[in-house]
Nanobody, 120 residues
Framework: QVQLVESGGGLVQPGGSLRLSCVAS????????MGWYRQAPGKERELVAR???????KYVDSVKGRFTISRDNAKNTVYLQMNSLKPEDTAVYYC??????????????WGQGTQVTVSS
């Protein structure tokens, strides 16, 4: 079994910063792509940013220049540094990882989500 545990969410004022972390643990042989998604009330879940095992990144247009995704392969951890936060960034943020498990299976796993609220 594999678990993803997120941390770092909270309440921040507009213009502020937060750093999210997501750690993968369990029966892991290799962590492939990792990413962050978010879901605001009444909206569909959307991709925010993703990063390959080699460090190639992709961002949704609305966060380019403000958010930075990174990873530490030795720790099976992905980060999302969020700067210049706006009220429209308010959402539950989820981590997704494609895991090559011990035994050979490849599966996608989601974290439990962490709330980010941007408000004055």
């Amino acid at each position: 079994q594999v678990q993803l545990v997120e941390s770092g969410g909270g309440l921040v004022q507009p213009g502020g910063s937060l750093r999210l972390s997501c750690v993968a643990s369990g029966s892991i042989s290799l962590v492939n792509d990792m990413g962050w998604y978010r879901q605001a009330p009444g909206k569909e879940r959307e991709l925010v940013a993703r990063i390959t095992s080699r460090g190639i990144t992709k961002y949704v247009d609305s966060v380019k220049g403000r958010f930075t995704i990174s990873r530490d392969n030795a720790k099976n951890t992905v980060y999302l540094q969020m700067n210049s936060l706006k009220p429209e960034d308010t959402a539950v943020y989820y981590c997704l990882a494609t895991i090559w498990e011990l035994g050979g299976a490849i599966n996608d796993y989601w974290g439990q989500g962490t709330q980010v609220t941007v408000s004055s």
